[in-house]
C-alpha cells in the first residue's frame, strides 16, 4: 500500500537557488555560471514576497547567504531541501529526465556557430521556403522576431534560430505561415536531428502575430522532443496500470513516454495551475502521480533578463498555492522544484547552472523541516518507493523522511 495515495510535482521552470559546485565548467555569454543565484538576486536585486512557498520552508534551505526576503521559518509546514544536478547539462529535458531518474552522460549536440548548410537546405527543400541565413545562430526568441519578422512579412520565409540548449527553434507569423504548416516543417526538422553530429533534445514551433515593432508570441508553441534513452520512472509508473498525468509541456519533453493521461499544454502558468487543480479535482484521479512544469518563469522572464517581471510571476504562482494545497487530499504528497537555473540578472540570456529547491508538503506530515542536501534524480526514486516500483537509472529515496 502506497505512503501516499498521489504525489503532484510540480516543477518551478529555471527557480534555481544558487550556482551548482560545478557552475563554472558551465558558461553563459562567456562567463562561468559559478556566481548565479536565481532566487537570491531575484530576492537581493528587486525583493520577494512569497509567504506561501516560504510557509513550506523555502527560507530554510541551507545557502551561503539566507535569501534576503524570503525569512526563514521557525516551524514550517512542510520539508525543504536543495537538489544537485549529475548530469551533463543544464537544460530543459536534461533537468526533467533527471527528475525522472536517467543520468544524461553525453550532452546534446549545441549550435553556436549555427546549424550546418545541410540541415538549412533539407528544410529549404522539404518545406519550399528559404530560410534566413542572418538569424542561423543562438539568438534571444523575442529579438529574434523582432530582428527578421518584418523581412518574414514581406518574403515568406523561415526564421531558424538556437540557444545555448540543444534546440532547433523555428519561428512563423501565423498569418504568414499557418501554424499547421509550421507543425509539419518542424516535424521534417525533428526526423533530420535524431542523430549525431545533429542530436537535438528538442525541435521547437514558435508562432507569433503582430505587426512590426509589436509582435508577440502565442500559445501555440509546440516541442517535438525525442524519446527517453532509457525507462524512466514515468515508465515504470504506466507499466504496473499507475495513472500518470502530465501539465503543461511535460508529454512534449518525454515524447508522451510513460504518460496515460495528458491534460494538455499550458497557456499561462494560471492556466497551468487551473489544469493541476482540474485533474487533482477529477473524480477519475483517485491513485497515481501529476507531473505538472510552469514555464513563464524561463520563457517569458529568465531568458530576457527580466528579474521584476520573474520576481512578479513567483508571486503569481505563491498566491495561487493554497488553492494547489486546498484541492489535496489527506493522503496526497506536493513537491515543488525547478530543472534548471535561469538567473535574470546573470549575464548573456541563457540558462544558469544552479542547486534547485525542493519542497514537499502533505496534509497528514506530523512532523516538518529539512532533508538532506541530494540529487535531481532523488524526486524520482522517492515516487518510485512510494509506489512499489523500480527506480530508474539513478537515485535515493528520502520517502522514510517525509513523516
Known amino acids: 500500500m502506497s505512503k501516499f495515495n498521489r504525489i503532484h510535482l510540480i516543477v518551478l521552470d529555471s527557480v534555481g537557488i544558487g ?25 537581493k536585486t528587486v525583493g520577494l514576497n512569497v509567504p506561501n512557498m516560504a510557509k513550506l520552508g523555502l527560507g530554510n534551505i541551507p545557502r551561503e ?38 543520468n544524461i552522460t553525453e550532452p546534446f549536440d549545441t549550435f553556436w556557430n549555427g546549424f550546418p548548410e545541410e540541415i538549412l537546405t533539407q528544410i529549404e527543400e522539404f518545406s519550399g521556403r528559404k530560410v534566413i541565413r542572418e538569424a542561423n545562430k543562438p539568438y534571444s526568441g523575442t529579438a529574434v522576431i523582432d530582428d527578421f519578422g518584418p523581412r518574414q512579412m514581406e518574403t515568406g520565409e523561415l526564421i531558424i534560430y538556437t540557444s545555448a540548449d540543444p534546440v ?34 528538442r525541435i521547437i514551433a514558435r508562432p507569433y502575430v503582430g505587426e512590426p515593432g509589436s509582435f508577440t508570441r502565442t500559445s501555440n508553441r509546440r516541442d517535438l522532443a525525442i524519446s527517453p534513452f532509457a525507462p524512466t520512472v514515468l515508465d ?6 499507475i495513472d500518470t498525468y502530465s501539465v503543461g509541456k511535460i508529454s512534449d519533453i518525454f515524447n508522451g513516454e510513460g504518460i496515460n493521461h495528458d491534460m494538455g499544454h499550458n497557456k499561462s502558468n494560471n492556466h497551468g495551475v487551473d489544469n493541476l487543480i ?17 514555464v513563464d518563469f524561463d520563457a517569458l522572464y529568465g531568458h530576457r533578463r527580466n528579474p521584476q517581471g520573474y520576481r512578479d510571476c513567483l508571486h503569481e504562482f505563491d498566491e495561487r498555492l493554497p ?19 535561469n538567473d535574470p540578472t546573470y549575464a548573456g540570456t541563457d540558462h544558469t547552472r544552479e542547486y ?9 506530515f506530523k512532523c516538518s523541516g529539512l532533508i538532506p542536501v541530494g540529487h535531481f534524480a532523488d524526486i524520482s526514486a522517492t515516487i518510485a518507493d512510494n509506489f512499489g ?7 535515493e529515496s528520502f520517502l522514510d523522511k517525509l513523516v
Open 19 to 43: 550556482a551548482a559546485p560545478d557552475a563554472n565548467n558551465f558558461v553563459n555569454a562567456g562567463v562561468p555560471d559559478g556566481a548565479s543565484d536565481t532566487l537570491g538576486h531575484i530576492s
Open 65 to 102: 547567504q539566507p535569501l534576503k526576503t524570503v525569512p526563514a521559518e521557525s516551524n514550517p509546514t512542510g520539508y525543504a531541501t536543495k537538489l544537485e544536478e549529475v548530469s551533463l547539462g543544464k537544460d530543459t529535458m536534461t533537468g526533467h529526465w533527471e527528475i525522472m531518474g536517467l
Open 168 to 201: 532547433l527553434q523555428i519561428a512563423a507569423h501565423e498569418d504568414i505561415i499557418p501554424v499547421e504548416e509550421l507543425y509539419r516543417i518542424c516535424e521534417f526538422a525533428r526526423s533530420i536531428t535524431l542523430e549525431r553530429p545533429a542530436l537535438l533534445g
Open 236 to 241: 515504470k509508473l504506466n507499466e504496473a496500470g
Open 278 to 294: 482540474k485533474a487533482m479535482t477529477s473524480e477519475d484521479f483517485k491513485h497515481g502521480f501529476s507531473f505538472t512544469n510552469l
Open 323 to 341: 488553492e494547489i494545497i486546498a484541492a489535496m487530499k489527506e493522503d496526497d504528497l506536493l513537491m515543488i522544484t525547478a530543472d534548471h537555473g
Open 356 to 364: 534547485i529547491p525542493f519542497l514537499a508538503y502533505s496534509p497528514s
Open 389 to 395: 516500483v523500480e527506480k530508474a537509472m539513478i537515485g
